[in-house]
């Protein structure tokens, strides 16, 4: 505990009067440059674990932790044949929670004149309602109707984009035709869109279409002369971090000739992209706090110039070194804390109203701030931790006690008879 006469002295530094109005508008900008830092900080953090967190959720409710293709380079045995009977085999992995037969295959789209490049994906109606994910996006009734092989289900902004509704159709057209005298054609099928769904994720709901197993099989030929194939096999584990050790042991069971990724090695590049934004961020707004520490020594060192009669008086009287040394210290800190607090208390209140924050400014300015198609997200997801932010909190005081210890320093060695030799 500091002593009493030393705590009202460093608080009386730090009230303003006239003749040192300008200390005090510097200690005031070191203030609100701490508090802008660390609450930009908390947010950016917040905002980028966020969007990794919606990612991984998106990519592994939809994809899997695992997925297993065939690496046959002939076209007509490019599936996996016995998909059923290998499905039972994996299910025995240690640490697999589901394992799914699937259909894909890229298309190109075409309703009301409007064409748009799109990923199939062919599954059984049971097995969609394993996928959370899904399941929790679309209507019952479609899936009803999916079930019975009635139509498709796409993405809402595809809908959204070729001005479909339920009931309307949709015509798919795959550039692996059929050979004819007069060259490739390529195969045309109209379908009925019976649903629509939204993921939260721009590439899913914009180029994404749910099949029936069976009319996947039958559009991608994988159903010809008397064949039976999906073309991957998709595994959820019980947890995605043991994504890899499933991998390893699924490509023992399976032995050669099959391809096996992870979800991590799959979208590699999306969470690298992340990773490096949000390190860059991180610097670039540390530095906003260092620069904020540095106003803190430059306003301590003119106020002890400006106090230079005050301490030679206080150290006459019998203060030591060590008391004004602490003198100078809190005013200081005094800042810092003041400023780190301030930035935690507005980052957080940022940090967890981040949508309500982006739909008032939207509706403000009359345009979206979020691009989807630029941040694969078509909202601004936040997920705060609080253990990175008591590192930001420990970061900035740090910062802050580390700028007064030298100009707290150069008060205490301040030698009264020099300052008082021509007073």
Avoid at 18 to 40: K, P
Avoid at 183 to 190: I, N, Q, S
Avoid at 348 to 367: C, D, K, P, R, Y
Wanted: glycine share 10%; net charge neutral.
């Amino acid at each position: 505990m500091l002593p009493k006469f030393e705590t009202i002295i460093a608080l009386r530094y730090l009230r303003a009067r006239r003749e040192e109005g300008f200390i005090s508008v510097i200690a005031l900008f070191s203030l609100v440059g701490i508090a802008l830092g660390v609450a930009t900080l908390i947010v950016v953090l917040a905002v980028m674990n966020g969007v990794r967190g919606e990612l991984i959720n998106s990519i592994i409710g939809l994809e899997g932790h695992v997925t297993v293709y065939s690496d046959n380079a002939n076209p007509s045995e490019r599936g996996i044949a016995d998909y059923d009977k290998k499905t039972l085999g994996l299910q025995g992995v240690a640490g697999v929670k589901t394992v799914l037969p699937k259909v894909e295959g890229q298309i190109m789209a075409s309703a009301n004149g409007v064409s748009n490049g799109a990923m199939v994906s062919g599954l059984r109606a049971e097995d969609i309602e394993k996928k959370p994910l899904l399941t929790n996006k679309i209507a019952a009734s479609s899936l009803i109707a999916f079930g019975r092989g009635e139509g498709v289900i796409i993405g809402r902004r595809m809908a959204e984009k070729m001005r479909l509704h339920v009931g309307d159709g949709i015509t798919l057209i795959s550039p692996e035709g059929r050979a004819t005298i007069a060259g490739m054609v390529p195969r045309v099928k109209a379908y009925q869109v019976v649903g629509t769904f939204e993921l939260g994720m721009f590439a899913y709901d914009s180029s994404l279409i749910l099949m029936p197993f069976l009319e996947a099989q039958t559009y991608f030929k994988l159903r010809e002369n008397g064949a039976d194939m999906a073309s991957a096999l998709e595994i959820t584990g019980e947890n995605p971090d043991e994504a890899l050790d499933i991998a390893r042991e699924a490509s023992q069971l399976l032995g050669s000739g099959y391809h096996i990724y992870d979800w991590k090695t799959s979208n590699n590049h999306i969470f690298e992209a992340v990773l490096v934004q949000r390190n860059v961020m991180f610097l670039i707004l540390m530095l906003i706090i260092l620069v904020a520490s540095f106003n803190i020594i430059s306003s301590l060192i003119m106020l002890v110039r400006e106090k230079g009669r005050d301490i030679a008086i206080l150290r006459t009287m019998g203060a030591s070194r060590a008391s004004v040394m602490r003198i100078f210290f809190m005013c200081g800190a005094s800042v810092g804390v003041a400023g780190t607090l301030i930035g935690l208390g507005l980052g957080l209140l940022i940090a967890f109203n981040t949508e309500n924050i982006q739909v008032w400014l939207e509706s403000m300015m009359g345009h979206k701030l979020f691009s989807a198609e630029l941040y694969f997200l078509s909202h601004l997801p936040s997920k705060v931790d609080f253990s990175e932010v008591f590192g930001v909190l420990i970061f900035s005081l740090a910062l802050s006690f580390l700028a007064t210890i030298y100009p707290a320093r150069r008060a205490a060695k301040l030698s009264p008879a020099e300052v008082l030799r021509y007073e």
